[in-house]
């Protein structure tokens, strides 16, 4: 059983993920965005 320790590293590394996740998701339309302009 993990402890409170590992599982709050799991839900930062997770986290972590989902937020570079959604920014290689959006960089690209930024980039876009401001060529557009």
Do not use: H
């Not at 599982?7 to 986290?15: C, D, G, I, M």
Request: hydrophobic letters at 45%; a positive charge; glycine letters at 0%.
């Amino acid at each position: 059983m993990p402890t409170l320790k590992t599982a709050k590293q799991l839900a930062v590394s997770s986290n972590k993920e989902l937020v570079s996740m959604l920014l290689s998701q959006k960089l690209p339309l930024l980039k876009r965005a401001s060529q557009a302009n």
